[in-house]
């Protein structure tokens, strides 16, 4: 027990210590950054379909422990990208408020989903689905923690499209809130199993998931498929996901 607590805080430790020491960088978060980040091109130069999952680290304190993940997709020959947040403040399911892979306040995103051409083209339906369906759309439905929340959003998105076979990182704190309001059951991937106490406590066990427990939200885990720890606060250490 003293070795799992060592493990789940000394991570977030390093983070805070991180934050607090050096900053983020970011300075006032209402004038932060919000511009592309380059990393998409025109849609009008990428003829074929696109889907991608970004993440970037939140805003001020609360980036020590979370990122906020959002959806871009492109429909083949379309000149335009849609971009799909879920956020506590507006409409709950914001469309098109920010750059498809815009700065989030100052922070620079990465995608942690990559899939282009016809597998694309058939998975954007399934996405839209999603987002035109999500439950938790109402004012007052977004809660920081332990969800729904933004994480929660997206990784109702990729339970719904397995066939993307993504992982979100373990600093998505959300992700693990029980949107299905099941408690346990087969991962999405069909891969393995997991349980969940309304996203306070639970452990995921698949081969595409890897091992996580989550405590409180932090999630401590290993992939051993493309083999990394999975680190409260800290992230992914080891070889990437794979896009």
Do not use: C
Request: proline letters at 7%; hydrophobic letters at 45%; charged letters at 20%.
């Amino acid at each position: 027990m003293i070795l799992f607590l060592l493990l789940i805080f000394l991570p977030i430790g390093l983070s805070a210590g991180r934050y607090f020491m050096f900053g983020d960088g970011r300075g006032n978060w209402q004038t932060a950054d919000r511009s592309s980040a380059g990393l998409l091109p025109p849609a009008s130069d990428n003829p074929e379909a696109l889907i991608r999952v970004f993440a970037a680290r939140t805003v001020r304190w609360r980036g020590i422990f979370a990122v906020h993940t959002w959806i871009v997709v492109k429909e083949k020959g379309a000149s335009s990208y849609n971009r799909y947040d879920y956020t506590a403040w507006g409409d709950p399911i914001r469309s098109n408020g920010f750059a498809p892979d815009g700065r989030w306040f100052g922070a620079m995103p990465e995608a942690i989903v990559a899939v282009d051409g016809a597998l694309a083209e058939d998975l954007i339906p399934k996405i839209r689905h999603v987002v035109e369906t999500y439950k938790f759309r109402a004012y007052g439905d977004y809660s920081a923690w332990p969800g729904p929340n933004s994480n929660t959003f997206v990784q109702a998105t990729l339970d719904a499209v397995p066939e993307l076979r993504a992982v979100l990182p373990p600093t998505a704190v959300g992700k693990d809130y029980p949107y299905s309001g099941r408690w346990a059951g087969i991962t999405p991937s069909g891969t393995g199993l997991y349980a969940s106490l309304s996203g306070y406590l639970g452990m995921t066990v698949g081969w595409i998931e890897g091992i996580e427990l989550n405590f409180l939200g932090a999630v401590l885990g290993v992939d051993i498929r493309r083999p990394a720890l999975k680190l409260p606060g800290i992230g992914r250490l080891g070889l990437a996901a794979g896009l």
